[in-house]
């Protein structure tokens, strides 16, 4: 599997679907997120789909387990590959979130967001480090039976160990020398797939870049030649 997956954080359904076939044959898939569902709905999603990339859905839900429940389960037409939850919403959500998604669609639980450091969660009153925070709700997204987790590449390591048959997906990815943004945690392509990364998310070094295809291919070239093995 081609583990890149663009980020296409756009409310403009053509641009979006001008990146997604841009980058077809060279990312792994496309993933839409709140900025695009909001302002396309379902609609957009299928006209991105259209692309034949697979496309994962971020829409990281968090609520109580029966309204969660019910809207994976009015999104399910959809077929996401991924489709996220905040793993702090609780064992019974993320239970319910995969029991009301397709198969074949890989339910992850957000641990900590990317954005965030270890004063941001200080702020929220979780004391400690992020690694700490996500080794405890990585634990509780495997209790739950759901498939994985989304974390940094900070802690991919630690969790894929706990975790040997999780689904693990990257965020705050950025190549060496990029700008890194509003992502606090990040970590490049090579060290977060060397350290167990199932999926990269990638969104702007890729979609601002002036030539995106050009910017995957420059990405593909800083992996070594397993990990770029599906990227043409
Ligand atoms: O912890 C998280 C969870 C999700 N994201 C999402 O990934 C992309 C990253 O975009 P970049 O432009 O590469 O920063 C974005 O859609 C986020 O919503 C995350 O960054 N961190």
New binding site residues.
């Given amino acids: 599997m081609n583990p890149i997956f663009v980020?296409i954080?756009t409310p403009d359904v053509h641009r979006a679907a001008a990146l997604a076939r841009d980058l077809r044959g060279l990312a792994g898939g496309v993933?839409l997120?709140?900025?695009f569902f909001c302002a396309n709905g379902e609609d957009g999603v299928l006209r991105i789909a259209e692309g034949q990339l697979p496309v994962f859905l971020?829409l990281?839900f968090h609520d109580i387990p029966n309204t969660v429940g019910k809207a994976v389960a009015a999104i399910a037409h959809l077929q996401p590959a991924v489709l996220?939850v905040h793993a702090a919403g609780g064992r019974e959500m993320m239970a319910a979130a995969k029991a009301a998604a397709p198969p074949q669609t890989k339910v992850v639980g957000?641990?900590?967001?990317?954005?965030l450091d270890q004063s941001d969660l200080a702020a929220t009153g979780i004391t400690g480090a992020p690694d700490e925070q996500v080794r405890r709700l990585t634990d509780l997204a495997r209790e739950a039976g759901i498939d994985g987790i989304?974390?940094?590449g900070a802690e991919v390591a630690a969790a894929k160990k706990a975790w040997p048959d999780g689904f693990f997906?990257v965020?705050?990815?950025?190549p060496a020398g990029a700008d890194v943004?509003?992502?606090k945690r990040v970590a490049t392509p090579r060290e977060a797939l060397n350290d167990g990364a199932s999926i990269l998310?990638?969104?702007?070094?890729i979609?601002?870049a002036a030539n995106p295809a050009g910017a995957m291919r420059e990405i593909a070239a800083s992996l070594n030649a397993e990990e770029a093995r599906y990227i043409a």
Avoid: Y
Avoid at 110 to 115: A, D, K, M, P, Q
Avoid at 171 to 174: D, F, I, T, Y
């Fill in positions: 980020a954080d993933k997120g709140l900025e971020d990281k996220t957000v641990t900590v967001l990317t954005s989304v974390c940094s997906v965020p705050g990815v950025r943004g509003d992502q998310v990638i969104g702007r070094p979609t601002d």
